[in-house]
């Protein structure tokens, strides 16, 4: 067994142990969803407020509003109760550090995990690679609040979403744990 699943275990049977949370609702109990990304340095429990129960965290590599990220956040909606949404990027995110073609190259050469330096990114081994890599999306990231404006724009445009609810947007500062409104986000998102 490896270190990491007998740490996971061993939480887990105390998280059980001391379990007090099994009447909790379905239903979100403060009616919002977050979409934001999988990064480890977010807790968005911590920077939202959130106990367990009270909001939908839907969350991917960037908090892009992917098709899946769309599908999730409907179904929050439509069969959940949730009536307003966050959509939270955050400074330093790795979705920065390279392109589409960047990730596609990697992948073609490498299914390795592939390491990053002043010059970049490079695979540490040879292949196999696949060619997959071409036909995703990758939702790579140029500038935080651009991509913050075109996820709400996605999202409030879609036509399974419901116009009359709200989708704010922010950015996460990894450095000081603030959240920094888009404004543009924001008031696209109304």
């Not at 061993?10 to 099994?22: E, M, P, R, T, W």
């Not at 590599?61 to 069969?79: E, H, P, T």
């Not at 913050?148 to 996460?172: A, T």
Request: aromatic share 8%; with cysteine.
């Amino acid at each position: 067994m490896s270190n990491v699943l007998n740490d996971v275990l061993i939480a887990n049977a105390d998280y059980v142990a001391g379990f007090d949370k099994g009447g909790l609702p379905m239903l979100p109990g403060r009616r919002f969803a977050i979409l934001t990304c999988m990064d480890a340095r977010l807790d968005p429990a911590k920077y939202a407020g959130l106990s367990e129960g009270d909001a939908h965290v839907i969350r991917n590599a960037g908090g892009r509003a992917s098709d899946d990220a769309i599908r999730s956040l409907v179904i929050s909606y439509k069969l959940l109760g949730t009536r307003e949404w966050f959509v939270i990027h955050h400074t330093d995110c790795g979705m920065e550090t390279f392109t589409d073609d960047i990730m596609r190259d990697l992948l073609a050469s490498s299914l390795k995990t592939a390491s990053i330096d002043e010059n970049g990114w490079h695979d540490c081994c040879e292949g196999p690679g696949s060619g997959e890599a071409k036909y995703i999306d990758w939702l790579t990231i140029k500038n935080q609040a651009q991509s913050v404006l075109e996820d709400v724009v996605r999202i409030k445009s879609h036509p399974l979403v419901p116009s009359d609810i709200p989708v704010y947007g922010y950015i996460y500062d990894v450095k000081s744990g603030a959240l920094i409104e888009v404004p543009e986000a924001t008031a696209a998102g109304k």
